[in-house]
């Protein structure tokens, strides 16, 4: 079989990278910067990366658990979140457990009531609570998110699936580098006699961002896929 190489041109290679963000560019100058003045090296940057990516919201959905079991838990999650943290493995001082520096500043548990929800965004940049959620989903990190969300809360809410009565106030916390948050939501209907395990199921990551509510049987986010809005 003969190969045409008339029609070579009319191939396209997809590029394995849709397009690099020049805060991608930014990221790479600064990293290789440190490398070569000897702030961390190559392989401490390798280590921590593998580290951040493999936490998940997991100690924070056991955190919510253990607090709608245990009053005494719950008071000291509001009140030393970093203490309720380290009960559920997360030490925000410490967090990789190898010497790598925290970049923690200060965290907070914003607990929802019968008539009040919060709900979490960084209007500026991306700032999430990451030793105890993990790194945050795409949708987070969209200016579209990030600037709609502390416009018009309850639109956005909605196109999440979460519709909140109008007697329910909306409370919009705005983290930034200082300060990082996660929502306790209450406990829902029909789940008497639960255990710990089978409650922190189904707090999923989305309803400590304050995206959902848990749900008897929902034990996955909402939003699993970002499409980019064709009118942002
Ligand atoms: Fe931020």
């Given at each position: 079989?003969?190969?045409d190489?008339?029609?070579?041109?009319?191939?396209?290679?997809?590029?394995?990278?849709?397009?690099?963000?020049?805060?991608?560019?930014?990221?790479?100058?600064?990293?290789?910067?440190?490398?070569?003045?000897?702030?961390?090296?190559?392989?401490?940057?390798?280590?921590?990366?593998?580290?951040?990516?493999?936490?998940?919201?997991?100690?924070?959905?056991?955190?919510?658990?253990?607090?709608?079991?245990?009053?005494?838990?719950?008071?000291?999650?509001?009140?030393?979140?970093?203490?309720?943290?380290?009960?559920?493995?997360?030490?925000?001082?410490?967090?990789?457990?190898?010497?790598?520096?925290?970049?923690?500043?200060?965290?907070?548990?914003?607990?929802?009531?019968?008539?009040?929800?919060?709900?979490?965004?960084?209007?500026l940049?991306?700032?999430?609570?990451?030793?105890?959620?993990?790194?945050?989903?795409?949708?987070?990190?969209?200016?579209?998110?990030?600037?709609?969300?502390?416009?018009?809360?309850?639109?956005?809410?909605?196109?999440?699936?979460?519709?909140?009565?109008?007697?329910?106030?909306?409370?919009?916390?705005?983290s930034?580098?200082?300060?990082?948050?996660?929502?306790?939501?209450?406990?829902?209907?029909?789940?008497?006699?639960?255990?710990?395990?089978?409650?922190?199921?189904?707090?999923?990551?989305?309803?400590?961002?304050?995206?959902?509510?848990?749900?008897?049987?929902?034990?996955s986010?909402?939003?699993?896929?970002?499409?980019?809005?064709?009118?942002?």
């Open positions: 079989m003969t190969h190489h008339d029609h070579d041109h009319d191939r396209t290679v997809k590029p394995m990278v849709d397009e690099v963000t020049d805060f991608e560019v930014l990221e790479i100058a600064l990293r290789e910067l440190c490398i070569e003045k000897g702030i961390f090296t190559a392989e401490d940057h390798r280590r921590f990366t593998e580290f951040s990516e493999q936490i998940g919201p997991t100690p924070a959905a056991n955190l919510v658990a253990r607090a709608w079991l245990d009053p005494d838990f719950k008071q000291l999650a509001l009140t030393e979140p970093m203490t309720a943290s380290k009960e559920v493995g997360v030490d925000w001082l410490e967090p990789t457990g190898f010497g790598t520096p925290s970049d923690f500043t200060a965290f907070e548990i914003l607990e929802d009531t019968a008539t009040l929800h919060h709900v979490i965004v960084c209007a940049c991306s700032c999430y609570p990451r030793p105890i959620l993990g790194n945050s989903p795409e949708w987070y990190r969209t200016p579209n998110y990030r600037r709609r969300l502390v416009r018009w809360p309850r639109q956005v809410l909605a196109e999440f699936g979460l519709y909140l009565p109008d007697d329910i106030e909306v409370r919009v916390q705005d930034n580098q200082k300060h990082r948050y996660m929502v306790m939501p209450l406990r829902p209907e029909g789940t008497d006699g639960w255990t710990e395990q089978q409650l922190a199921e189904i707090v999923t990551r989305d309803c400590l961002i304050g995206v959902a509510l848990p749900k008897p049987g929902v034990t986010n909402v939003i699993v896929d970002t499409r980019p809005a064709v009118h942002p």
